[in-house]
């Protein structure tokens, strides 16, 4: 289910919130990451989609 509009993804959130501490990093997957099964780097696909 999507988000209500202006729902920020918990996600994103922490993202945010977290970003400045240094012992905690952010580690961005794109498809081409994906080995197991195609649906996961087709979910990755459409979020990337949104972002851009």
Do not use: C, T, W
Not at 11 to 34: C, G, M, P, T
């Amino acid at each position: 289910m999507d988000l209500p509009r202006n729902v920020k993804s918990g996600l994103i959130d922490a993202k945010e919130k977290l970003q400045k501490i240094q012992q905690i990093d952010f580690v961005y997957l794109s498809a081409k990451d994906v080995v197991r099964h195609p649906v996961v780097a087709e979910i990755i696909n459409a979020y990337e989609k949104e972002e851009n």
